[in-house]
Structures are given as structure tokens and as C-alpha cells.
């Protein structure tokens, strides 16, 4: 089984669903090691009440010195004989020498269908463009901020009175989903990243990488 940190700086839902589904008997991953890079996060109480070992390493104290952060950052990754990396609710960027270190081996989620809407406020960029379906992606990691090959993606109806709020909630629940779907498929070698495409290895088709609503 491939150990796996998850990276948070908050409130760690997606975090606790991977835990939770990583728990059950068969999952082929490990969730070995939570690391924050805020000692305020409410998902580092979470993890250790999973019996999963945290860890914190403030990024705060590093400023604009990203590559300080990282290497303290990779040194506890080779500590923990660290294979794959999940990003959740992770609220800071990396170098590109490090994504390049991790590249194929570094997961992200973000609660819009890429690439719609990256970055700041996706619900309250997919509102204003008035789309009638959003969701969840997850990636692999690349430089770009939200950015990279999709692995998986959840799609959610938009409501004519929704709010960023209520359409926030709506995603979450399928990102709770498609996270651990996702992280099954890379580890059981489910998904290959072949010229920055992802596909599908022999045995996982379309609806594997997909939760959508019915549409009538
Ligand atoms: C999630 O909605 C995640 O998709 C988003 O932050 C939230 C973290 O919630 N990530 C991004 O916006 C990345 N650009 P959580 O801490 O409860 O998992």
C-alpha cells in the first residue's frame, strides 16, 4: 500500500472522507501522515482523533521563501517514506521544482469543473457566468494554480436561488466522493499520465472518473 499525506490548512472535510474511505478493508492506500501548515487548523484535531499522526509546519515564519518551506516540508515527506500527495483544502503554492519532484504523484481538489473557474471564489465565478451545472475536479498538480490532468470530476445542479453558499455545500458533498474514487484509481495504477493527458488503464472506463446528475 502506497502511503499518502494529506496536505490542509483548514478545516479538512476532504481530508476526513479520504481518511474514512482509506480506512475501510482493501482501500489500496495508505493515509499515513496530516500535515497543516497552519497550528490553527480545526482538520489537524480530526485526523489525530482518526488515530492518524500530524504534523505542523507553519509557512507563515518562511514569507516569500517557498523553497525554505518545501524543503522542511519534503524532509518530513522522506521521513515518512511518503509516496503520494493529496492536497486538500491545501491554501498554499509551490515551487516548480517541487510539483516537477512530485509531478503524476501530487493530487489536488477544487470545487468547480476545471477548467471553469480556478482559483479564488469558484461558486461565486460559476453564479455570475450563470452556469446550470458545476462540481468538483480532481488534478494532478502542475505550476498553474488548479491546473493539470484531470483524474476525476463530480457534477452538481445549479439552483436558480442558490448562493455561493448553499451551491458551496451542494459541491462539497460530491467532492467527498470523487477524492477517494480518484486516489483509488492512481493507486491501483486505474490512471497513467501519458504527454499531460490522464487516461484510463484497461478495465477503468468514462464512468469510473465521473459522478453526474441525471439529466432528463
Ligand atoms: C474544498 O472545497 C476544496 O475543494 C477547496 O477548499 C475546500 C477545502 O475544504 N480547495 C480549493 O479551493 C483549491 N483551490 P476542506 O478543508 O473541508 O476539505
Given at each position: 500500500m502506497r502511503p499518502v499525506a494529506i496536505l490542509?490548512?483548514?478545516?479538512?472535510?476532504?481530508?476526513?472522507?479520504l481518511i474514512e474511505a482509506a480506512s475501510a478493508d482493501g482501500f489500496?492506500?495508505?493515509?499515513?501522515?496530516?500535515?497543516?501548515?497552519?497550528?490553527?487548523?480545526?482538520?489537524l484535531a480530526n485526523a489525530q482523533a482518526k488515530g492518524i499522526k500530524t504534523l505542523v509546519i507553519e509557512s507563515k515564519p518562511f514569507g516569500k521563501d517557498r523553497a525554505g518551506f518545501e524543503q522542511v516540508l519534503q524532509a518530513a515527506l522522506d521521513a515518512?517514506?511518503?509516496?503520494?500527495?493529496?492536497?486538500?483544502g491545501f491554501m498554499r503554492l509551490f515551487t516548480a521544482e517541487f510539483v516537477q519532484r512530485w509531478y503524476g504523484r501530487m493530487l489536488n481538489i477544487h470545487p468547480s469543473l476545471l477548467p471553469s473557474f480556478?482559483?479564488?471564489?469558484?461558486?461565486?465565478?460559476?453564479?455570475?457566468?450563470?452556469?446550470?451545472?458545476?462540481?468538483?475536479?480532481?488534478?494532478?498538480?502542475?505550476?498553474e494554480t488548479?491546473?493539470?490532468?484531470?483524474?476525476?470530476?463530480?457534477?452538481?445542479?445549479?439552483?436558480?436561488?442558490?448562493?455561493?453558499?448553499?451551491?458551496?455545500?451542494r459541491v462539497l458533498g460530491v467532492e467527498h466522493q470523487i477524492y477517494p474514487q480518484a486516489l483509488r484509481l492512481l493507486a491501483?495504477?486505474?490512471?497513467?499520465?501519458?504527454?499531460?493527458v490522464t487516461t484510463n488503464t484497461a478495465g477503468v472506463d468514462a464512468n469510473d472518473c465521473l459522478i453526474a446528475p441525471t439529466v432528463i
Open positions: 490542509i490548512s483548514g478545516r479538512g472535510s476532504n481530508m476526513s472522507a489500496p492506500a495508505e493515509i499515513a501522515l496530516v500535515i497543516s501548515n497552519r497550528a490553527d487548523a480545526p482538520g515518512h517514506r511518503i509516496e503520494v500527495i493529496c492536497l486538500a480556478p482559483g479564488l471564489d469558484p461558486h461565486g465565478q460559476a453564479l455570475r457566468a450563470g452556469v446550470k451545472i458545476s462540481g468538483a475536479t480532481v488534478h494532478f498538480v502542475i505550476p488548479d491546473a493539470g490532468p484531470i483524474i476525476m470530476q463530480g457534477a452538481v445542479p445549479v439552483a436558480n436561488d442558490d448562493t455561493a453558499d448553499t451551491l458551496a455545500a491501483t495504477d486505474g490512471i497513467k499520465i501519458d504527454r499531460d
